[in-house]
């Protein structure tokens, strides 16, 4: 097993130098510059633009920039914005994730929560009026477009009936219906998956031992079934839970939430490369480290499978 991990690990920060690198190289090929866009419209003359430029570091050579972007990245210093002069990347990264985070902790838990036990009543109940409202549901939820349902909540909870804020986070209600958008996509994927492997796992040669034993069915469902149609389902919650950060960029921008995804936009359009180098190596290392505890997890549901 650390064996295993320390494995996983080292493949994880290669993979993370290679995300570095690629986004270092991305960003320095886009179009514009952040020099550009912090002396706006005044008339700098080149003198001054040279100026600014030495004191960023950005007159020297690519690869020396990335060298010294890399060494300090590894002592913990983020670095500064280069357009928001003086403000730690540090600093408005924490801000931002601090939104997305609890954001995705109340889509996580709610998701889990609602999925998990309707995809297994609809198995149990198969072709019932259950299972048709389950499935019909599930199917709307997986279909409609995040960015899609958002606007029709706003429309809907915030400009007819206005039980509910638009945008922006002035208290709790601001989180309701992000929460409820992304928590509706998120359950109905799981919802159907757990179906699926829970009806899967009922007509395996396990269940139908416990059944022969005299077990009632509800004893096979909670003792035998459940345990293995899980399987499936922890490794698409695993790896939903490694991007879900990534994939609140399009809610937190309908919503003009403050989060990551808001920062990364803003930050990928005014061409300030620190940050934007920042978020990628972080959703890079979440992508990795979620995928290494899905392997865990699934390792502990299921006692077969062995780390070499």
Do not use: C
């Amino acid at each position: 097993m650390q064996r295993y991990i320390i494995v996983r690990l080292l493949q994880g920060l290669l993979t993370i130098f290679l995300v570095s690198l690629g986004t270092f190289g991305l960003m320095h090929l886009a179009p514009g510059d952040p020099i550009t866009l912090l002396v706006g419209e005044t008339q700098a003359g080149t003198e001054q633009v040279e100026r600014i430029k030495k004191q960023w570091g950005l007159d020297r050579p690519l690869h020396e920039q990335y060298l010294r972007w890399l060494s300090n990245m590894t002592r913990g210093d983020f670095g500064q914005s280069v357009v928001r002069t003086g403000m730690p990347v540090r600093s408005m990264v924490g801000e931002a994730a601090a939104v997305t985070v609890k954001l995705n902790v109340w889509v996580f838990l709610l998701s889990i929560a609602i999925a998990v036990p309707a995809g297994i009543a609809a198995a149990v109940r198969r072709y019932s009026v259950l299972d048709y409202v389950t499935m019909v549901a599930t199917t709307l939820g997986v279909a409609l477009p995040n960015f899609w349902v958002g606007l029709m909540f706003i429309i809907i909870f915030a400009l007819v009936l206005g039980w509910l804020p638009p945008f922006g986070l002035q208290d709790w209600k601001g989180y309701v219906l992000p929460v409820s958008v992304l928590t509706l996509g998120q359950t109905a994927l799981l919802a159907r998956m757990m179906r699926g492997s829970t009806m899967e796992a009922m007509g395996e040669d396990f269940a139908r031992t416990a059944r022969a034993k005299g077990l009632r069915e509800p004893a096979v469902i909670l003792r035998h079934v459940v345990r293995n149609a899980l399987l499936p389902v922890v490794t698409v919650i695993g790896y939903r839970l490694a991007f879900l950060l990534s994939g609140t960029i399009i809610v937190e921008t309908v919503f003009a939430l403050p989060g990551l995804g808001q920062l990364f936009i803003e930050s990928v359009n005014r061409v300030d490369y620190q940050v934007v180098q920042v978020i990628v190596l972080l959703l890079s290392t979440l992508v990795i480290l979620g995928n290494l505890l899905t392997d865990l997890v699934y390792g502990y549901i299921d006692p077969r499978i062995r780390f070499g």
